[in-house]
């Protein structure tokens, strides 16, 4: 009994460290291998929807579909045994992702049709940023991340602004255009407005009536000016944040990777973990 513990508690060490250990090489290969099949049950899903080569590989893709529902059930099962909280996995985004993405093929058995929501499987591609786990990517993502709660308030308000913007711009239109000329409805003529301040204009309605293509050459002019004014927040935090970062870290350059702009007082570099020969 013992014994059979004993293997038990092995295979279970082994498999950690193949699924949760991304700084392993069997880690990483494993990650992405399994990068590789969820693109792979992505591209299948999106060409179920071609006819062409459905009707053509049908039998193939279904093959193909339950050897990676397979692998991503016993993934999913492994995932949970190897750790010491299983709850907390189950429970997690990434575990809530991780059974949806089982899920789709066995549901297809129930409810035709349904085998389309593998598409969701794409959510799992947000593992390769754990893969990518190298301070130069963390660094940047933090930063961004930082940036965009920094300017939440800003972009709220500019939101609350333009909504309450579209919503009076779409009733005027209304009035002036009327149901003859295609404005039916205020909530039509508030479609008409998103699209064209958002300046992608689909044509499908359009004012035909002198003031009305006025207001609409205003809400086209608006729109550019509008698309611009998130972009310009959040860049104003990420430099914000860029130059509190540099007047945190020290000209010292690591002697052994060269990665310069150390954190002042470290004693190990931020890229490589070298010693760093402080002052």
Not at 37 to 63: N, P, Y
Not at 200 to 217: M, N, R, W
Not at 235 to 264: F, H, P, R, V
């Amino acid at each position: 009994m013992s014994e059979v513990k004993s293997k038990y508690q092995k295979f279970r060490k082994q498999a950690y460290i193949i699924i949760y250990g991304t700084n392993t090489v069997s880690g990483k290969l494993f990650d992405l291998i399994l990068l590789g099949l969820i693109l792979l049950s992505v591209f299948l899903t999106m060409m179920e929807t071609v006819a062409g080569f459905e009707a053509k590989f049908h039998d193939e893709r279904i093959i193909i579909e339950w050897v990676i529902t397979i692998f991503f059930t016993i993934e999913y099962i492994l995932r949970i045994i190897t750790i010491n909280k299983p709850i907390k996995y189950i429970f997690s985004f990434y575990g809530i992702i991780d059974l949806i993405a089982t899920l789709p093929m066995y549901i297809a058995q129930i409810f035709a049709g349904s085998g389309i929501l593998s598409i969701v499987r794409a959510l799992r591609l947000l593992r390769l940023f754990k893969i990518l786990n190298h301070p130069k990517f963390s660094g940047q993502s933090n930063q961004l991340k930082d940036a965009l709660i920094a300017s939440r308030g800003k972009i709220i308000v500019f939101i609350y602004f333009v909504l309450i913007s579209t919503i009076l711009i779409g009733s005027v239109m209304y009035v002036v255009e009327g149901k003859e000329n295609g404005f039916t409805s205020i909530p039509t003529s508030i479609y008409w407005t998103i699209v064209t301040l958002t300046t992608v204009g689909y044509g499908d309605i359009s004012p035909v009536t002198p003031l009305g293509q006025f207001l609409a050459s205003f809400v086209m002019i608006l729109g550019y000016g509008i698309i611009a004014v998130p972009t310009g927040i959040v860049s104003a935090e990420i430099a914000k944040q860029g130059n509190e970062k540099e007047k945190d870290n020290s000209d010292e350059s690591c002697t052994d990777c060269g990665a310069k702009n150390q954190t002042k007082n470290a004693n190990y570099c931020y890229n490589c973990g070298n010693h760093l020969l402080n002052d």
